[in-house]
């Protein structure tokens, strides 16, 4: 019973509400939700950039927001899985057909809770 018992243990997987983090026995999952704010440079504006964003985000299981800026940038708050939100930001580098990427930048921020991706106005 202790064998079957052990075996139990280290193939569960046990969540630690704390951490946000994911163990299958003593070896952790890294599941954390991270944020990042990500400005794209460029003709980013006017070629579909921000619906292909968040179809995306949506995609790639990310939530979070995007919106043009006066500037003619487009910003982006993304969060989700670290995994994810590295490839995002990959994609950001090209973005859609249509687009010109020229530069992006990108900080790490606090996630804000979001359920969605959303295209703000």
């Not at 949506?58 to 994810?84: C, F, K, T, Y």
């Not at 590295?86 to 990108?106: Q, R, Y």
């Amino acid at each position: 019973m202790e064998d079957f018992l052990k075996f139990v243990y280290k193939n569960t997987a046990l969540v630690d509400e704390m951490s946000m983090h994911t163990y299958i026995g003593d070896m952790p999952i890294h599941r954390e939700m991270i944020g990042s704010r990500i400005r794209v440079l460029g003709k980013v504006q006017g070629v579909w950039f921000r619906k292909h964003t968040a179809e995306k985000a949506e995609q790639l299981g990310l939530s979070g927001w995007v919106r043009n800026e006066p500037d003619g940038s487009v910003l982006i708050h993304a969060e989700g899985a670290a995994e994810a939100l590295e490839k995002f930001l990959h994609w950001c580098g090209t973005g859609p057909p249509s687009a010109n990427v020229v530069e992006v930048d990108s900080s790490p921020t606090p996630p804000e809770g979001f359920d969605r991706f959303i295209i703000r106005r």
